[in-house]
């Protein structure tokens, strides 16, 4: 699976939107870009994945780059329930085993 | 909806001793897996499961056992506790179609006299 860096920290305005990069310049052609996050104490919670399209859901937007090198998650209205630990995961789609290599992530701080 | 339920929440041991680590998932997933982390630290993956009966070893299985005895339940056993498996145990499980997330349980803290 392809390694990806994430900045390790980054703060937002409440209300204001987030966006978080994710740099994975060695990804495969056949491998997804997955976002977790991680509030304080609680287990992961997977957010969006995609392969070279946007991708959109109710909880964030991610956006990828044409040549797939790097990839940016958007949270378009921050709130202070979003200060957790993000991951950007980048993995085959499927597989047997499925497990996930988390990173250090970024830590992102929502202030009022 | 339950999801993934983790037992106990919270323990403190003494070295040396076992237990046992429960995890109970209501989703009818295939896949079930268990992590570690530790402060300042990305999941590690200890065990995994991709079905009733069957087990694998993950990054870091070393000083842990594991059991599928039924399709919902995954245990991890910890059969002489040493302070170096002091960590936040996470449990998870996913369903075999296509690419689907992994649910988390709220994790157990364990800590290792």
């Known amino acids: 699976d392809a390694k990806t860096t994430q900045p390790p920290s980054m703060d937002c305005a409440e209300g204001r939107a987030a966006n978080l990069p994710c740099n994975h310049s060695?990804?495969?052609?056949?491998?997804?870009v997955y976002w977790y996050r991680q509030i304080h104490s609680q287990g992961p919670q997977y957010i969006i994945h995609?392969?070279?399209n946007n991708e959109t859901n109710e909880m964030a937007s991610l956006i990828i780059t044409e040549d797939r090198k790097s990839s940016t998650l958007i949270l378009p209205h921050a709130t202070l329930r979003d200060t957790a630990v993000y991951y950007c995961?980048?993995?085959?789609?499927?597989?047997?085993?499925?497990?996930?290599?988390f990173g250090k992530g970024t830590k992102l701080s929502v202030k009022p | 909806n339950a999801g993934v339920t983790q037992t106990p929440k919270f323990r403190v041991l003494k070295t040396g001793q076992s237990m046992t680590l429960l995890c109970a998932q209501d989703m009818n997933h295939e896949y079930m897996y268990w992590y570690r982390q530790d402060p300042g630290m990305g999941l590690r993956l200890i065990h995994y499961?991709?079905?009733?009966?069957?087990?694998a070893k993950g990054e870091v299985p070393d000083g842990y056992n594991v059991s599928r005895l039924k399709k919902q339940n995954f245990l991890l056993g910890l059969e002489s506790a040493a302070p170096s498996q002091t960590s936040v145990y996470f449990c998870?499980?996913?369903?075999?179609?296509?690419?689907?997330?992994?649910?988390f349980g709220d994790g157990t803290r364990l800590s290792i006299l």
């Open positions: 060695t990804i495969s052609g056949n491998e997804y």
């Open positions: 998870a499980s996913s369903s075999t179609q296509g690419y689907q997330p992994q649910h």
């Open positions: 995961i980048v993995r085959v789609r499927g597989g047997s085993q499925g497990n996930l290599i």
């Open positions: 995609g392969l070279k």
């Open positions: 499961s991709v079905g009733e009966g069957t087990t």
